[in-house]
């Protein structure tokens, strides 16, 4: 791949600015904003609503955003694809209808402890109204899913709903989604996939995962905030209420009693996120344009310079979270410092131009596990390049030298 190329395409990268935060949220190429740029200016109406030229083209551009993600993903159907507003809403989407309507109390859900909070709350919500048990599944030393303590869960306890990550938003680390999903199938449970962080790095084909639901976000995947996608098999799509109530949900309204439309908008009340989902079809159809094989590949030689550059700091011993094999490991990268807070260091690196994460990264259970209350976080995306990598390298030594050095002075006052 040409980087210096695709560089250009991103607008607020500059040469002095080293995003490495990707894994929060992506940069956006000019493509994806000229294309909602030009929806506003050529296109801009509510959609289903209306029969004047505007509205029916503001909804012919939002069907055939759900076509290309159906498409992206391998859906059998289009209404299978419902529009949310993030990974967050798609699996609150979730527990607050399938769970809500099918599940009982004493009928247990399965989490790990790699989970992000938007995958765990709204099960813990649930355990609090219901009575529903959760029962955790453990990692290795290397931060890799106890399949063999999954198996137990499955076989010890009344499973009715599984829902794993399918990479850690911390570790990078990618879980063994394949074989989740066919044991959960075989205790007759359903699945559901957090892809968040997986949706940009690997190809998704649902039909051939047979997950029952899945979900991930445009942001992070050089597409606009404020709009993201739940997967669900029509069949369980069906059997699910809606999950607000409003304009374009509805089939009939009387005084006393109201009927739901047709899949999807069953479940898009109100006015949606129209010219995001346009940028999300643009976004997707420019990552289709580079292909996975080439992010990939570009990706994991990323990651490969990062760990050798973090294994050979010399100013200060790093503790990399999580396997040490950039091979096992999916676009970032997380690391502690003895003595030196990640705060810290993310902020003085901030000043020099570099973009990390620091805190807890939304996965309190995992840090406790790890025995950690934060870490400093590093993800690339596929404008990074191996120069970058170099820079920060130069920066990240520097900044560690100022900052030991402070707390020595301090603690000698």
Avoid at 37 to 46: E, G, R
Avoid at 137 to 148: H, K, R, W
Avoid at 226 to 239: D, F, R, S, T
Wanted: charged share 20%; proline share 4%.
């Amino acid at each position: 791949m040409d980087i210096n190329s695709i560089r250009r395409q991103f607008p607020l990268l500059q040469p002095n600015l080293i995003y490495l935060d990707n894994a929060a949220t992506t940069q956006k190429p000019q493509v994806v904003l000229d294309a909602m740029d030009q929806f506003y200016k050529t296109s801009n109406a509510n959609i289903n609503r209306g029969v004047h030229k505007l509205a029916e083209a503001a909804t012919l551009a939002y069907d055939d955003a759900r076509k290309v993600v159906q498409k992206f993903i391998n859906a059998q159907k289009s209404h299978e694809v419902i529009f949310t507003r993030n990974t967050t809403e798609s699996i609150n989407l979730v527990a607050k209808t399938y769970g809500r309507s099918i599940l009982k109390k004493d009928d247990v859900i399965v989490l790990t402890i790699l989970e992000h909070h938007s995958n765990i709350v709204p099960w813990l919500q649930l355990k609090d109204e219901l009575g529903v048990r959760i029962e955790w599944v453990d990692i290795n030393n290397d931060g890799m899913i106890d399949l063999d303590q999954y198996k137990k869960i499955l076989a010890d306890h009344p499973v009715k709903l599984v829902s794993v990550s399918a990479v850690s938003n911390v570790l990078g680390i990618r879980s063994p989604i394949e074989t989740m999903i066919e044991l959960a199938h075989t205790k007759g449970a359903v699945i559901m996939i957090d892809a968040a962080q997986m949706a940009l790095h690997e190809r998704m084909d649902v039909q051939k995962l047979d997950c029952d639901f899945l979900a991930f976000s445009s942001h992070k995947m050089y597409g606009p905030t404020g709009i993201g996608v739940l997967y669900g098999k029509e069949n369980l799509l069906e059997k699910m209420p809606p999950f607000l109530g409003g304009g374009d949900m509805i089939g009939e309204v009387t005084t006393n009693h109201f009927t739901t439309a047709e899949l999807p908008r069953k479940f898009e009340a109100g006015t949606p996120a129209i010219a995001e989902a346009v940028g999300l079809r643009t976004a997707m159809e420019w990552i289709e344009q580079i292909g996975f094989d080439e992010i990939q590949k570009h990706e994991q030689s990323l990651l490969t310079h990062i760990l050798d550059i973090l294994q050979r700091a010399t100013v200060k011993p790093v503790t990399i979270l999580g396997a040490l094999n950039p091979f096992q490991k999916v676009s970032c990268i997380s690391f502690t410092l003895d003595g030196i807070h990640p705060h810290d260091l993310t902020q003085l690196l901030s000043q020099e131009g570099v973009m990390l994460r620091a805190g807890h990264h939304c996965t309190q259970p995992l840090h406790k596990r790890l025995g950690v209350l934060a870490s400093s976080r590093l993800s690339v995306g596929v404008y990074n390049s191996a120069e970058e990598l170099d820079q920060f390298a130069k920066l990240f030594e520097e900044s560690i030298h100022q900052l030991d050095g402070s707390h020595s002075a301090a603690r000698s006052a």
